[in-house]
């Protein structure tokens, strides 16, 4: 049976008994729940929807550069805070911790590059713009050792934590905790909607409104593209956008990701999950919805104090039902992006795509650790040696899911300044000076390790045993 308001007092109650949520967690907890229960899901009529304008969804090129002025610059670093969303696992790379600490490239992690960059733009201009990093529960106690490495650097770190909230168990309605689940597993991180709330009530907003800073910039720390845009942030400043979501054209392969469309005259990121069936395809095709959501966000640092002191921010409510140990159970989420209606002058940025550079999995890996990629100032450049402007298409099998075992897999990265597309299927090894070009596919079918000799050069081959080669 699907569970409704009256089913809230007894979980109040239960919520109330759990010692290990804060006040504001209880709250914050019963008010989404709340929400969830009344059913108030806001509707999207499909014949409303309108394609942003350009001074909605600002092309980049249009916004003003910013002039060589170095004291032009720092004025505006000094109102700026980064903020890297850090509370994801490196679990689905086979990875135990933070994923912000996989070595990326040249032995340098995540975490690494992201310093590296703040460092560089601090030493330049000489500012101090911080860097804050909001951990989950799962990611926080690695976190604080690993950033005691930086603490020879001049770039100010700060973590937080976001929320903790309690799984619920689907069939009873009431908190996992409650029953008995006092592990880990017992508990959810909200989403990444939860940054405003969180950043507030760890009372470190407050702290950087003192200081004068006016904007964060928020992003996934596995994003390689989202570094500091002095374009964007002054755009911001002077036209006083409250919002800014960084988009960017669709290819075939983001067709499931948010895109921003006009509603009711104001500017609001559509998911896939709003979307009624008859629709998806639409929402799908790359002619009517052409961008699509980096989750590179800029926001007004007193738009946000305000908006959570009113308790403005009622995003849509993503439910997330899992099964754990064999139990049932649902996670309410949210989403930072969608805020972006709730903010006054909020706009899209069409950004190029080179702004976003996600390593979700190992194929990712190969890309930015390969020559189609050089590494200057912690930021990863494109080669342009490259002419075609979409980065080839790699699937790699099960055998290189995990970090440890794509690494043991390949001598050194193979050339693929040249390559259009791979897939890699079976127990296949690359020696090292290896070079792709074209479109290559690697079966091993035999049972028996297929190997790439060193230097081999494969160009638009199906390779299916050594007598390919």
Not at 7 to 20: D, H, I, R, W, Y
Not at 190 to 207: C, E, I, Q, R, Y
Not at 390 to 404: Q, R, T, Y
Request: hydrophobic content about 40%; glycine content about 6%; charged content about 25%.
């Amino acid at each position: 049976m699907a569970a409704t308001s009256e089913n809230l007092p007894q979980l109040k109650s239960a919520v109330n008994g759990l010692t290990e949520m804060s006040e504001n967690e209880r709250s914050g907890f019963i008010n989404l729940v709340s929400r969830y229960l009344s059913g108030e899901a806001h509707h999207i009529e499909w014949s409303k929807i309108q394609t942003p304008t350009d001074e909605i969804v600002v092309p980049y090129e249009k916004m003003a550069s910013v002039s060589e002025d170095v004291s032009e610059t720092k004025n505006l670093l000094d109102k700026l805070v980064v903020l890297k969303l850090n509370g994801g696992l490196g679990t689905t790379m086979g990875c135990t911790g933070p994923k912000s600490v996989i070595e990326v490239r040249d032995v340098l992690t995540f975490l690494d590059l992201i310093v590296i960059q703040i460092e560089n733009l601090n030493n330049k201009y000489g500012c101090k713009v911080p860097l804050v990093l909001m951990n989950s529960f799962n990611t926080h106690d690695d976190t604080q050792k690993i950033v005691e490495k930086y603490t020879n650097s001049n770039v100010d770190i700060h973590t937080f934590n976001q929320s903790k909230y309690p799984r619920v168990v689907a069939d009873e309605f009431v908190p996992w905790p409650s029953k008995g689940k006092t592990d880990k597993d017992g508990w959810y991180p909200p989403g990444h909607g939860d940054v405003f709330p969180s950043l507030m009530n760890s009372g470190k907003l407050d702290a950087f409104l003192s200081q004068g800073k006016e904007y964060v910039f928020v992003a996934n720390s596995d994003n390689l593209g989202a570094i500091v845009d002095l374009t964007i942030l002054k755009h911001l400043i002077q036209n006083k956008n409250e919002y800014c979501m960084e988009v960017t054209p669709k290819t075939l392969a983001d067709v499931k990701g948010g895109t921003l469309i006009s509603y009711e005259g104001k500017v609001q990121l559509l998911e896939i999950a709003q979307v009624p069936d008859e629709h998806v395809n639409e929402f799908k095709s790359i002619e009517k919805f052409k961008i699509f959501n980096t989750n590179n966000l800029w926001v007004n640092l007193k738009a946000i104090k305000k908006l959570v002191e009113a308790d403005a921010l009622k995003m849509e409510i993503i439910p997330n039902p899992k099964e754990v140990d064999g139990v049932k159970v649902l996670q309410l989420e949210t989403a930072a992006g969608a805020a972006i209606r709730f903010f006054d002058n909020a706009i899209g940025v069409n950004v190029p795509r080179s702004r976003f550079l996600p390593v979700k999995a190992t194929s990712d890996l190969l890309l930015v650790q390969s020559d189609l990629y050089t590494l200057v100032d912690g930021f990863v450049t494109r080669n342009s040696a490259r002419t075609n402007p979409s980065n080839p298409s790699i699937e790699l099998g099960p055998e290189f899911k995990k970090v440890s075992n794509f690494l043991s897999r390949f001598k050194s990265i193979p050339s693929i300044v040249e390559l259009d597309s791979l897939k890699v299927s079976g127990d296949v090894s690359f020696g090292s000076s290896v070079v792709l070009k074209g479109k290559v596919t690697v079966t091993e079918k035999s049972g028996v390790k297929l190997e790439i000799p060193d230097g081999a050069m494969v160009e638009n081959k199906d390779i299916n045993g050594p007598e390919d080669l």
